[in-house]
């Protein structure tokens, strides 16, 4: 049977628990300490027994210092005549021959009779123990307690402590620890020095759009004309004002608006919060300067060497390092007390105030380099957010608020529930191409991984799967594929290339291979209106039916473990990408913004600047990570 356990608060209750040996499969049993041992009470045991037949059960409960057995459906051979002895009372209730003496008890004169009942031979091992065949039908683990249902060690009575994921708290004893799981969703954290179960928190991971191009004005809603008039140099006024346009004047003015009110509806106890921008050189240019303020932008972050990988501080790839702050504008916390001061500092960088270095903002200049940023913010992710395996003294060596330092090594006991999340949020994609350093072969790395062996390669619910398709003979990258299933070269001859095979981690599921930019469902490009296969174009005239990108991303790091991000310990780990495009002016351009949705496992989320609230409900979608179930797996 699988017990549903409450306090266990003795080994003696286990003893007994495997003398009696008779407790029907299926039955949920609560355990209270006595002096004499723990016995099922309130119903909760079910004795198979019969009258006829060893197959029939009934069902028998048999409660502390009542005066019968009672039992629903019983028996003659079980309930007593109304004047019997009681059950359990008096001196023969566990050591006399009475106890539970009859012929057809449990089928048997020797289960709980005489001298041996708890400690001879024949409790558990005679022919007649539990069904007069000698089939043992209930196996160790049917009766005995979890395995770490109770650790028998001395303690402070009613402390609570974290083992992992569980709740361990200290029995009224003081003679030992009890563990449960937290409601489903939750985990334990310590808390001001105790153990209680709170949300799992997850991790969220914004990537501003800086570009020049979010100096744009932004246009009134359903209107051709800008929404504020006239030539502005001065800033902070050429992004918003407070009397004229307090909701702002460009993209990037509404933008940091919108941003502020989505942000205050985060619990940061619950998502825990990183701001990423594109790479920005802080420079000499005074901070009133519309156009670039005291930044400005690279394409890439200082030094760069192009490695496919980041390894440790120290260990060759100190660059990434030592420019890291030109994109991370605020990392994830590393512990309680700073993660409670994260939404306040992503805020400094959005309040239109600017005193380097002390007061910094988000300014629009430099270009869209979206793919080099994803690929920052990944290695970040590995090397500092997700850092299973990462040698360790103490909890404070893995800096991450939801690691601790056991046998050496930094582990996070509710690995398995926690999400990490990147929301790239852009006014217009990027050229993208079959490149390891493009948008939506970063995004697929993030969310699935690349090139692959087995399943074991792959991330969020993808597998490995093998395919052949025309691929270039040359050009730039080499191999980039043609979109041309194939058997043979002869079969690529009209596209110029030659029939290659890959294996790739690709989603288990595609409906039909195409999908719609307004509502992210399935759809073909030849439905017609009407039919469930459709994109309604609508009033904007920008919802189409875009074509799954992972056939066409086929591109692969040079080491083939850098094709997926993987934690210290090489597990690989995956992060969603979600796309919230602000920009977008035609379908074309959305459906470019799709793709590195469906490539990031993500949603895109389209919506206007000059639609501020459209704009705030796009990026509540965004931000609402939802717990997942189950916890604790990971342990």
Not at 165 to 193: E, M
Not at 224 to 252: A, H, M
Not at 265 to 274: H, P
Not at 285 to 290: P, V
């Amino acid at each position: 049977m699988q017990g549903c356990w409450g306090s266990v608060h003795s080994c003696r209750a286990v003893a007994l628990l495997a003398a009696a040996g008779a407790l029907a499969s299926g039955a949920c049993t609560t355990w209270a300490y006595t002096p004499a041992g723990a016995v099922p009470v309130d119903g909760a045991a079910e004795v198979a027994q019969t009258a006829d037949s060893a197959t029939t059960p009934t069902h028998s409960t048999i409660e502390l210092g009542g005066d019968a057995a009672q039992g629903a459906g019983a028996t003659d051979a079980l309930a007593p005549a109304a004047d019997a002895a009681p059950a359990l009372d008096g001196p023969t209730a566990l050591d006399g021959p009475t106890v539970l003496d009859g012929p057809t008890a449990l089928d048997g004169p020797t289960v709980l009779d005489g001298p041996t009942a708890l400690d001879g031979p024949t409790v558990l091992d005679g022919p007649s123990v539990l069904d007069g065949s000698g089939a043992k039908d209930a196996s160790a683990a049917d009766t005995a307690p979890p395995t770490d249902a109770f650790v028998a060690v001395d303690c402070t009575p009613a402390t609570q402590v974290c083992e992992g994921a569980k709740l361990a708290t200290c029995g009224p004893k003081g003679d030992g620890w009890i563990f449960s799981n937290c409601f489903p969703g939750t985990t334990c954290v310590i808390d001001q020095g105790k153990g209680v179960c709170k949300p799992v928190s997850n991790n969220l991971v914004v990537m501003f759009d800086s570009s020049g191009s979010m100096t744009a004005k932004v246009k009134k809603k359903n209107s051709t004309e800008d929404l504020c008039q006239g030539n502005f140099s001065q800033w902070p006024v050429c992004e918003y004002d407070d009397k004229q346009w307090p909701l702002g004047c460009t993209r990037i003015g509404v933008s940091k608006t919108v941003f502020k009110q989505a942000l205050a509806k985060i619990d940061e106890q619950v998502t825990r919060l990183a701001l990423f921008r594109f790479p920005q050189n802080v420079n000499a240019l005074g901070g009133t300067n519309c156009s670039a303020g005291a930044y400005s932008g690279n394409a890439t972050l200082t030094g760069d060497s192009a490695a496919q990988s980041i390894k440790p501080l120290g260990s060759g790839t100190d660059w990434y390092w030592n420019s890291l702050a030109d994109t991370q504008c605020v990392p994830f916390a590393k512990d309680l007390a700073q993660a409670v001061g994260t939404k306040a500092a992503i805020l400094k960088w959005m309040d239109g105030k600017e005193a380097q270095p002390l007061d910094p903002e988000l300014r629009a200049t430099g270009g869209t380099p979206i793919g080099k940023t994803e690929f920052y913010i990944g290695e970040y992710l590995r090397n500092s957010v997700v850092v299973d395996g990462k040698k360790c003294a103490v909890d404070a060596d893995c800096a991450n608020v939801n690691y601790q330092c056991k046998a050496s090594e930094c582990v996070d006991p509710s690995r398995s529930c926690r999400d990490t999340v990147l929301v790239l949020f852009t006014d217009g994609g990027e050229g993208d191409n079959n490149s390891f350093f493009s948008p939506r072969v970063q995004a697929k790395r993030m969310s699935m991984g690349l090139a692959c062996e087995s399943n074991a390669d792959c991330v969020g619910g993808s597998e490995c799967k093998a395919f052949k398709q025309c691929a270039k003979q040359g050009g730039i990258p080499a191999g980039a594929p043609l979109d041309k299933a194939c058997e043979i070269d002869a079969d690529c001859q009209s596209v110029t290339g030659t029939c290659a095979s890959f294996k790739q981690c690709m989603p288990k599921d595609s409906v039909s291979g195409w999908r719609c930019t307004a509502t992210n469902l399935p759809c073909l490009p030849d439905a017609k209106k009407g039919e469930a296969a459709f994109c309604d174009p609508g009033a904007t005239n920008k919802d189409s039916c875009v074509r799954e990108p992972y056939h066409l991303i086929t591109a692969s790091a040079a080491i083939k473990s850098d094709n997926v991000l993987r934690a210290p310990n090489g597990k690989p780990f995956g992060v969603t990408v979600h796309v919230v495009d602000i920009g977008s002016i035609s379908a074309t351009e959305l459906a470019n913004s799709m793709r590195l949705a469906m490539a990031g496992s993500g949603k895109l989320l389209g919506t206007d600047a000059s639609d501020p609230e459209q704009f705030l409900g796009a990026l509540d979608q965004a931000f609402d990570l939802k717990n997942k179930k189950l916890c604790g797996a990971d342990m």
